[in-house]
Nanobody
Framework: QVQLVESGGGLVQAGGSLRLSCAAS????MGWFRQAPGKEREFVAG????????AYEDSVKGRFTISRDNAKNTVYLQMNSLKPEDTAVYYC??????????????????WGQGTQVTVSS
């Protein structure tokens, strides 16, 4: 059974930074998604099995960075220059059979419990 444990969410002022962590029970293709109230879950960033490739949603490019520490089976999402519109519950997700970056949420097998990120204006 794959386990994903997120941490690092919180309240921050606009322009501030947060780093989310997702500790996994193994090494997998990983992604970060977010869901704001009344909106659908959307892709934020994804990283390949090796960490050599990544992808970002357009609104976070240049502000967010996804990375992984394969020795710790942990994926990070460094979020800088945060905006109020980044407010959402952030989820990490894992896919256990592939190696390339995955953007489509329906292709992920496992999900974390979510961590709240609130950006005040």
């Amino acid at each position: 059974q794959v386990q994903l444990v997120e941490s690092g969410g919180g309240l921050v002022q606009a322009g501030g930074s947060l780093r989310l962590s997702c500790a996994a029970s193994g090494r997998y293709v990983m992604g970060w998604f977010r869901q704001a109230p009344g909106k659908e879950r959307e892709f934020v960033a994804g990283i390949s099995y090796t960490g050599g490739r990544s992808a970002y949603e357009d609104s976070v490019k240049g502000r967010f960075t996804i990375s992984r520490d394969n020795a710790k089976n942990t994926v990070y999402l460094q979020m800088n220059s945060l905006k109020p519109e980044d407010t959402a519950v952030y989820y990490c997700a894992a896919e256990v059979t592939r190696v390339a970056v995955i953007i489509n949420p329906s292709e992920y097998d496992y999900w974390g419990q979510g961590t709240q990120v609130t950006v005040s204006s």
